[in-house]
């Protein structure tokens, strides 16, 4: 079965904490997506990577940065984690630019920053 | 600015009825728009996708209308059941390149 895997269910840093947040996926995927989501928001991307090594801003990439080493790893960095940055974090991934297929979504990360 | 409405109000329907959805847009003229079926505490799971040159789509009880004049999605659950209570979400992508911006979803409640 292909899947996302996300590496933390449940997060809790400090304020101020580099917090890392992973994600990795079996399907041999280009295209890879870190979204926010808040209750009244919904989804916001924040960054996404259409290759390895290559990352774009999304709509809300503000305090945020992301690595893409290798091809199925996709990281999340929140260089001074602050409470607003208490989310709900989804990575997803889908093959190919412009393709017809959906998004596959891990099982997401809660992140809570006290 | 660009903007995907969803119905913010939970929809509560029987058993056995035929759920619809709605999904509006503006200012977009997305090349496909796809919808996605959330539960609670997880991630959003892909469910149908419909191209702008498509009218209609079906999948087992599951069906996507797609009108770009109206610049509209209705997506319908035919015999509904209770296991199909979640959110549901339409997401557009707005230039061909695999970059989804997302509604923010209706929530389905089916009363056995």
Known sequence: DVKVTQS???????????????????????????YRQDPGLGLRLIYFSYD??????????????????????FSLILESASTNQTSMYLCASTGGQGTNYGYTFGSGTRLTVV | SQKI???????????????????????????YLQWYRQDPGRGP???????ENEKEKRKERLKVT??????????????SQPADSATYLCA???????????GQGTTLQVKP
Request: hydrophobic fraction near 35%; aromatic fraction near 10%.
């Open chain 2, 45 to 51: 799971v892909f469910l149908l996708l419909i191209r």
């Open chain 2, 92 to 102: 557009l992508d707005t230039s061909n390149t695999g970059k989804l911006i997302f």
């Open chain 1, 52 to 73: 390895v090594k290559m990352k774009e801003k999304g709509d809300i990439p503000e305090g945020y940065s992301v690595s893409r080493e290798k091809k199925e790893r």
């Open chain 1, 8 to 34: 933390s269910r449940y997060l809790v840093k400090r304020t101020g904490e580099k917090v890392f947040l992973e994600c990795v996926q079996d399907m041999d995927h280009e295209n890879m997506f870190w």
């Open chain 2, 5 to 31: 409405e969803q119905n913010s109000e939970a929809l509560n329907i029987q058993e056995g009825k035929t759920a619809t959805l709605t999904c509006n847009y503006t200012n977009y003229s997305p090349a």
């Open chain 2, 66 to 79: 797609f009108d770009t004049t109206l610049k509209q999605s209705l997506f319908h659950i035919t015999a």
